[in-house]
Every structure is written in structure tokens, then in C-alpha cells.
């Protein structure tokens, strides 16, 4: 069934290529944190933004801020999901070449300023 699916979508299907944690431990963990930040969670800067429209939707809308919450949950869900699908589950055959430890702390450093600007934004909104 895999052959197939990758035949038609381009192995668009993440449980493909489970195992990536044991194969390419610094891609894999630079993976986590963007995937971690784009489904804002709490430190990363899309987290306060989406908390405060939440915030300030409940004292206009609070149908919409539910929606807004909804659509926040299933968000995190889809992401959560994704790097199952990508993360875990035992290594793939094939010999792939993990990222350098150059390319590794440049993404890094540009996590750890997205961070610091989220607690930048904490104070702000407090």
C-alpha cells in the first residue's frame, strides 16, 4: 500500500518516513521546534498573538472566540500528528545526511530569538 500512496501523492503521507529521530537526530530536532512554534505553543510569539485575538474576541464575540479556540485546537492537533507521522517509529533504510552542526545552530539561534521576542511579547501584553 505504501508504494502506491507514494506513486500517487509523492509520498505525501508522513507515516512514510517514520524513524527520522534515529536517522537525523539534528534535522529531527530543529523539526520539533519549528513545528512547536508554528502551532503556537506557549514561549514562541504565534502563541500570545493567537492568545490575545482569543482574549480580546471573548469580550466582543464569544461565539467567534470559540471558534477561534477551536480551530487553534485542531491546528495543534494536525501538528501533533505530523511529526508522530515524522518523528517516531523505527529508522528507514535508506542512507540520508543529516544536517551540519553549522546549519544546526544558525536554526537555533533563530528559535531562541523567536522565544525570547515570545517573552518580549508576554510583557508587553501584561
Same mark, same amino acid.
Do not use: C, H
Given at each position: ?51 490575545? !485575538?482569543?482574549?480580546? &474576541?471573548?469580550? $466582543?464575540?464569544? %461565539? *467567534? @472566540?470559540? /471558534? ?5 485546537? +485542531? ?28 546549519? !544546526?545552530?544558525?536554526? &537555533?539561534?533563530? $528559535?531562541?530569538? %523567536? *522565544? @525570547?521576542? /515570545? ?5 508587553? +501584553?501584561?
Amino acid at each position: 500500500m505504501a508504494p502506491e500512496l507514494e506513486r500517487r501523492f509523492g509520498a505525501a503521507y508522513t507515516g512514510l518516513y517514520g524513524g527520522l529521530a534515529e536517522s537525523i537526530p539534528r534535522f529531527s530536532s530543529i523539526l520539533v521546534l519549528v513545528v512547536l512554534a508554528i502551532i503556537a505553543t506557549p514561549l514562541f510569539p504565534t502563541f500570545f498573538i493567537m492568545l490575545a !485575538t482569543v482574549m480580546q &474576541a471573548v469580550t $466582543l464575540m464569544p %461565539l *467567534v @472566540a470559540v /471558534g477561534i479556540a477551536l480551530v487553534w485546537l +485542531l491546528w495543534s492537533w494536525a501538528g501533533a500528528r505530523l511529526l508522530q507521522g515524522l518523528i517516531v517509529g523505527p529508522a528507514g533504510d535508506a542512507e540520508v545526511i543529516d544536517l551540519n552542526r553549522a546549519t !544546526t545552530g544558525a536554526y &537555533a539561534l533563530a $528559535l531562541t530569538l %523567536l *522565544v @525570547a521576542s /515570545g517573552l518580549y511579547a508576554i510583557g508587553v +501584553l501584561l
